[in-house]
T-cell receptor, first 109, second 111 residues
């Protein structure tokens, strides 16, 4: 069983829609990361959180430590949001990251 | 805004050859990492490096792999004798806390 599970695997949305991507994990963590990987392959860090909620522009990330679950929300989605969104969990103070398989998001104009 | 850089962007090599992938982390960062992503698969942790030594490594990081910080700016990953299955995208990352700044990656193709 994967230690980090993401859903859905693929998501197609119309421009303007509200999007939610979910991440569940089965191990104890020190922090959870949301990453964005563009078609060219580069990885950008969106959020790192260990509790509560963070917001940056149209992106919101939440985490429920008790339920071992996190969500990434995108409000007013745009075609430029099309990318793979990856959840990764960190263990220990500077331990390795365990990655989910990613959610491929396609936003249609 | 400072960025992690990696060279080369694409490396093609013959099986059995040695390759060195290079990274320049962000200058005030203290923690350095290598990850790899085989085409179509998830990103995997290889190794973390702090205070001039390996702090953690995965099962993937066997004796064929080594890392080095030869000077104050570069961080390298060496694969001694490449195998076909080493073909992947290799990402360097650096951090000064629990965050991560990723480089653009080096695509390694082993023929």
């Amino acid at each position: 069983k994967n230690e980090v599970e993401q859903s859905p695997q693929n998501l197609t949305a119309q421009e303007g829609e509200f999007i939610t991507i979910n991440c569940s994990y089965s191990v104890g963590i020190s922090a959870l990361h949301w990453l964005q990987q563009h078609p060219g392959g580069g990885i950008v860090s969106l959020f790192m959180l260990s509790s509560g909620k963070k917001k940056h522009g149209r992106l919101i990330a939440t985490i429920n430590i008790q339920e071992k679950h996190s969500s990434l929300h995108i409000t007013a989605s745009h075609p430029r949001d099309s990318a793979v969104y990856i959840c990764a969990v960190g263990r220990g103070s500077q331990g390795n990251l365990i990655f989910g398989k990613g959610t491929k998001l396609s936003v249609k104009p | 805004e400072p960025e992690v850089t990696q060279t080369p962007s694409h490396q093609v090599t013959q099986m059995g050859q040695e390759v060195i992938l290079r990274c320049v982390p962000i200058s005030n960062h203290l923690y350095f990492y290598w990850y790899r992503q085989i085409l179509g698969q998830k990103v995997e942790f290889l190794v973390s490096f702090y205070n001039n030594e390996i702090s953690e490594k995965s099962e993937i990081f066997d004796d064929q792999f080594s890392v080095e910080r030869p000077d104050g700016s570069n961080f390298t990953l060496k694969i001694r004798s490449t195998k076909l299955e080493d073909s992947a995208m290799y990402f360097c990352a650096s951090s000064k806390d629990r965050g991560r700044n990723f480089g653009p990656g080096t695509r390694l193709t082993v023929l």
